[in-house]
């Protein structure tokens, strides 16, 4: 009898992650990496990536920085390139990168994201990463992933890109009114659509496209937050950074090969109310 464990393990893959200084790209990098696979961090910020890179040699993986500018189409053939000539093919594709309003201390300041005043600059910038950089992140990936026939495409959306914000549990009676900006459902919807039309378009080969939803992430989050944003959830708590790395890993591996064009969602119960 084989080892059921077998179809998670990835030897001898690659896989790019975008945004993969982020919280959690740098999981998704560090579950691929230990599964087996050459990886490459990609991201616009190289800050700590010297650092993040020696400690995933010393942990024997094979792991690259690549700095990334998604919104831009020379940037993300390169990424393209730059893998290839380390690794030969691309098997795995985890496009994490995306701006993000963070409610965490550091950033309470900067998130009033009124609609009626959100600026039209702000708009286009997010539409230009969110979206357009993951179609020019994945055009590029594919092109690899088409002459080889087989590749995964992992698509990181939000519980926002399936239902609307709950704005409530962005205010504090003693702040000045805060929301998650518009911007950020409609990318997300966005990325389940492009998602579900990469995989329809790859029909009869072996490339697979999925979404992955991750509910909410604690990140030092204020108490008030936590609490508003636990009573939303069945679990009645926020997700640890690492409980997307299961998920995340059975999507890139032959352990969810019977799956494409759809959306793994990992929020807790949120949207199960």
Known sequence: M?????????????????GGMGLLGKEFSKTLAGAGAGVIIADINQTGSEELITSFRECDFDAHFFLLDVTDPASTVELVQFAE???????????????DPKFDPDHLDENSNLFEDYPLNSWKQALDVNLTGMFLV????ARSMVKQATGSIINICSTYGIVGPDQRIYQNPSKPKRFKPVYYSTTKSGVLGFTRYLAAYYAGTQIRVNALTPGGIFNDHDEDFVRAYSARVILGRMARK???NGALLFLASEASSYMTGANLVVDGGWTAW
Do not use: K, Y
């Open 2 to 18: 084989s080892d059921p464990f077998d179809v998670f393990h990835l030897d001898g893959m690659s896989a790019i992650v975008t």
């Open 85 to 99: 000539e380390r690794f030969g093919r691309i098997d795995i594709l985890v496009n994490s990168a995306a701006m």
């Open 242 to 244: 690492d409980e997307m």
């Open 138 to 141: 994945t055009q590029a990936a």
